[in-house]
């Protein structure tokens, strides 16, 4: 008998899965009044022989589009169970491509146990369809798990199994993750095939607090203010500000801007958010982008002062033969006209993106301006709250050329660092300057003739910098005296004749004409 009941579970699965199908059919020809109750009661069939309850994990949330944690988890925690059950699987490289994690491949089917419950796994994709011309291309495939499981063991499942699970799969990402670099898309390719708000490639910038040629206090002072960031989450909810950071960076051009946030980036294991402001339409897709980024990032604007002016954008030459080639190409037509349109970012918008509610929809993340001339920026944008630490970097000075000497050279002490000080304390030269003097060009260069080539470029710095005041005086002056010389000249033309004035106060010119 009980032979009989496993060979009707079979049968009896394939008569449900047609009933199903023969359901599906009707519905598509059924008027709309009726599709309700076929939909009822085929749900009802299904609940009376089918055992089995199945929970579905989309790709992505409601929320902008944004891709579900709960999601990733899943993928990672499968990505250990996939490579012993599943047939068809998926390879992704990590750590460095040295190491190769295996994932489910598409529509396979995925067998886990816990507390002696058996259950399955599916990812699910399914394909975008074609309905009507477009001028972009077809919007991306859905993805989605599916997990089945007996309806005996619900409880279990929705509670421990899924917590055991996200618990799991969050461990396993944090052990596979790679720092990642992340640029903004435009905003036309948001919700076409694959379409994605960021782009990224793998972050492997190599630069450290250790080897930024920078004061040590200063350096110090920087990590110290990362660190305590870090590790405020309870002291930003207590004292109520969003748990964020912003950093002005500003100083000459070389002084090693992109440098730091790389280092910074290196220190917190932060991933980098590269924002082009030109690409963002509007204040709306800005905060889009806010909300897509997620904690643990640092989301860096470099030269803000060029990226505000967001007005000056203008339609791109074409050569006449391709504008020729274009009018026929209704595609390229209208994405040449949405590109033509300036952005309406505003600084209002910027300010509320920094600072504003939106600001706080997440947590842990740092918010990095960069420039060269902090004079050209508006106050409101860089005061404190928004950007609450300023950190500028100017000029090499002897403690960071030390740290640069270590890091090229191997040196701690030579008998040309008394004059290198000197030098450096008497004319500027930017950090990249300098190491660009102290690197070996070939394998004959030593560090006696690295030290050398850099004191000869120092010394030629500062007898160019002596030229460029001297000329520069020279010119003030001869402005000085040009302008006194047409301002005399200009007097004396003003100037009328001098009359003989009687004392009554008529000129001679008048007596005459009596």
């Given at each position: ?157 929705t509670g421990a199994y899924l917590a055991h699970v996200i618990k799991e799969g969050k461990a396993i990402t944090v052990g596979n993750r790679q ?174 993106f920094i600072d504003g509610i939106w600001s706080a929809c997440g947590g842990e993340r740092l918010i990095v301006f960069t420039t060269n001339y ?141």
């Amino acid at each position: 008998m009980m032979m009989r009941m496993g060979e009707m579970g079979p049968q009896l699965g394939s008569v449900i899965a047609s009933v199903m199908f023969v359901c599906t059919i009707f519905r598509q020809y059924l008027p709309p009044q009726l599709r309700y109750y076929v939909d009822k009661y085929s749900h009802k069939l299904v609940k009376l022989f089918y055992p089995y309850i199945q929970i579905t994990f989309d790709e992505y949330t409601t929320e902008f589009r944004k891709r579900s944690e709960v999601y990733s988890a899943i993928q990672s925690y499968l990505s250990t169970k996939s490579s012993t059950s599943a047939r068809r699987l998926k390879a992704h490289d990590v750590k460095d491509s040295k190491s190769l994690v295996l994932g489910v491949d598409d529509n396979e089917e995925v067998t886990d146990e816990f507390q002696g419950i058996k259950l399955w796994w599916v990812l699910i994709k399914r394909e975008p369809r074609q309905t009507s011309f477009s001028f972009y291309p077809q919007s991306d495939e859905k993805k989605h798990y599916k997990l089945t499981f007996h309806r005996r063991h619900r409880d279990v499942v929705t509670g421990a199994y899924l917590a055991h699970v996200i618990k799991e799969g969050k461990a396993i990402t944090v052990g596979n993750r790679q720092r990642k670099l992340y640029i903004n898309n435009p905003s036309r390719n948001w919700y076409t095939y694959r379409g994605k708000i960021w782009s990224h490639v793998v972050f492997e910038h190599p630069a450290t607090f250790e080897t930024l040629g920078l004061h040590p206090k200063k350096k110090e002072e920087i990590v110290n203010d990362l660190i305590k960031f870090s590790k405020g989450k309870e002291y930003y909810a207590k004292i109520g500000k969003a748990w964020k950071r912003g950093y002005l960076l500003y100083g000459p051009p070389g002084t090693g801007k992109s440098t730091m946030i790389a280092a910074m980036s290196n220190l917190m294991d932060y991933d980098v958010y590269d924002l082009e402001l030109t690409t963002v339409k509007d204040n709306t897709e800005l905060r889009k982008l806010l909300i897509d980024t997620p904690s643990k990032s640092i989301i860096v604007i470099e030269d803000i002062d060029c990226s505000l002016d967001l007005t000056g954008q203008r339609k791109k030459k074409k050569e006449k033969d391709e504008e020729e080639n274009e009018e026929n190409d209704p595609v390229k037509k209208k994405m040449e006209k949405e590109e033509s349109q300036p952005s309406k970012v505003t600084l209002s918008g910027l300010l509320n993106f920094i600072d504003g509610i939106w600001s706080a929809c997440g947590g842990e993340r740092l918010i990095v301006f960069t420039t060269n001339y902090v004079d050209k920026l508006d106050p409101a944008l860089i005061r404190r709250g928004r950007m609450d630490k300023h950190i500028e970097l100017s000029y090499c000075c002897y403690e960071a050329f030390k740290v640069l000497a270590r890091n090229y050279l191997d040196l701690e002490s030579h008998e040309l660092f008394e004059t290198i000080e000197r030098l450096l304390g008497e004319t500027n030269m930017i950090p990249a300057d300098v190491a660009e003097n102290l690197m070996p060009k070939s394998v004959t260069e030593n560090a006696d003739s690295c030290l050398k080539k850099l004191i000869e470029a120092l010394e030629t710095a500062k007898e160019e910098a002596r030229k460029k005041a001297e000329e520069e005086e020279a010119s003030k002056k001869a402005e000085e005296e040009a302008k006194l010389k047409a301002e005399k000249e200009e007097k004396e033309k003003q100037q009328p004749a001098k009359d003989e004035v009687k004392c009554n106060g008529t000129s001679t010119k008048e007596e005459d004409a009596k």
